[in-house]
């Protein structure tokens, strides 16, 4: 946790010491008050001072009320201010860093423990470092205040304050001993929740449509249910420390008066001298108080510290390199590559073997589970291969700059997603300097025009979240031409037409071959009449290509496309398309 806020806290660190100093100014007016009412009750009241020396005190216990608060919130204004700026640091760096994790990364710790240490872990620090600089400082410096000043006026009174303070930082201890495993089981268990309401929000009409609501309910209730054992467990352990703190103080306050009375009687302490000690008992009391809620705060915050840090400190699986190759008339090759999408497993792709020249369309088909898309992902570089190597422009993969690699490949998945804003958004989103005029070739191209311009606001209409106002093919079309708008050296179509019929396919490939000539297409799909005119197809069966080849060689030498091309009853006319 201290981690944490030294790194984020440094550029703070003015603020960081002026804060806690107000508090320390205001424990000291605090710490003062207890002899002010001394020498009212030893001169005021039973000296010679009289009214006026009453009133005089009073009017200084005034004044120091007035400063102290003056004082505290001065304190609070700047914490308030230094933990707003270490969450927003914070949240920039987190955000940054999981952009910057490969899909390896991701597979490891999902989406809803993400998005869990991004907002709930990130604020329960950031109250970490507002009461770290509004009691830390003050707490420690009246418990040890206070002993002091016991020490001060009666050293073998002093002694009780010793044990008190002894006790009471065991029981302090001990529960936050106990405390910190409770509180790391319920952030893992709020991560649970966040995957489940996640899965519900957006799966809604799967579930309704197989009446599983119910089901959904328990599942969510069991997971709540358990976060709220946890947290009965926390509250137990926080609970016991307000009445053992009071307890032991109040021990501590009748040993003050039994032990006190007697030293009075024998003329070694005055009465003002046991009502200061007192005062300073219940200072110290009130403090320990405090510092229960901190220790409650902090295990809090050290168990999310501990997952924050797991992923700024994690090193992304995928690091950039530097190169930035001019074009090559063999755009694509992938040389015996292997892969595994984790350690100690089986192959996903085995011996991987074909290349691309510029301006050829590359289709790619095989079962369910083959290999196509993440053969795709490898070519993008959202995971490193396991072996082999695959060159692009010349260049091995590995050493190219990955912005710039990202920036020549557009692709198009399977599952269309289009972003909230307007069709105008979406399409600058991959290019944001494009003109009008670019808009609009690629909706052409991607046979989006008709959307477009049967909407009152042509390209500024609304596009809602995921693009729920439009149709499947519509979506598709859009998210195709937001992929043109790159320009890409290499566009990939993976199973993207899957929701258009047969003649908008027929169009929407003659319409790229003819609009982008020199842009190299990838095409996954299932369908063989669209992959009919590619220059090569490439056939995969459980990771290994099988096939290599145009379609009506492949029709008669590869057992696997063939079935394929009979499943569909395709018969190779033009008909179908």
Known sequence: MFKLFKKYLKPYLAGVIAGPAFKVL???????????????????????????????????????????????????????????????????????????????????????????????????????????????????????????????????LGIIFVIVGVLIGLILFVIS????????????????????????????RVIRAFNKQKYEKNRFNDTVDTIEKESSHLAIFSA?????????ANVGIILIFYFGASFVNTGSLTQGDVSSLINYMVQISL??????????????ASASSLRINEVLETEPKIIS???????????????????????NNSYALK????????????GLIGSTGSGKSTIINLLDRLYDISEGQIIVNGINIKDYDLSSLRKNIGIVHQ?????????RSNLLFANKDAREEEMYKALKTAQALDVVLNKENKLDSVVEEGGKNFSGGQRQRLCIARALMKNPDILVLDDSSSALDYMTDLNLRNAIKDDYKNTT?????????????????IVLEEGSIVGIGKHDELVTTCKVYKEICDSQDYKGSDSHA
Do not use: W
């Open 26 to 156: 205001e424990a000291i007016f605090e710490l003062i008050v207890p002899l002010i009412v001394k020498n009212i009750i030893d001169i005021g009241l039973n000296g010679k001072g009289g009214k006026d020396y009453i009133l005089q005190q009073g009017l200084i216990l005034l004044a120091l009320a007035i400063i102290g608060f003056m004082t505290t919130m001065t304190c609070q204004y700047i914490a308030c201010k230094i933990a707003a700026k270490y969450r927003y640091d914070l949240d920039k760096d987190l955000y940054h860093k999981i952009n910057t994790l490969s899909l390896k990364d991701f597979d490891k710790y999902s989406v809803s423990t993400l998005q869990t240490r991004l907002s709930n872990d990130v604020l329960i620090t950031q109250r970490g470092v507002a009461m770290l600089m509004r009691l830390l400082v003050r707490a420690p410096l009246i418990l040890i205040g206070g002993t002091v000043m016991s020490f001060i006026i009666s050293p073998r």
């Open 177 to 204: 001993k106990l405390s910190l495993p409770h509180n790391k089981r319920i952030q893992k268990d709020l991560d649970d929740a966040t995957n489940i309401t996640k899965e519900n929000l957006v799966g809604a």
């Open 240 to 248: 016991l420390l307000n009445p053992l703190v009071t307890i032991i």
């Open 287 to 300: 403090a320990v108080v405090v510092v229960g809620d901190l220790v409650v705060v902090f295990s809090k």
């Open 321 to 343: 390199g530097n190169e930035i190759p001019e074009d090559q008339e063999e755009i694509v090759k992938f040389d015996n590559v292997f892969f595994s999408y984790h350690e």
């Open 351 to 362: 011996n991987i073997n074909f290349s691309v020249k510029r301006g050829e369309v590359i």
């Open 415 to 423: 599952k269309s997603s289009l972003f909230k804003g307007t069709i």
């Open 521 to 537: 297409v990838f095409i996954i799909s299932q369908r063989p009449n669209s992959l009919k005119y590619a220059n090569k197809i």
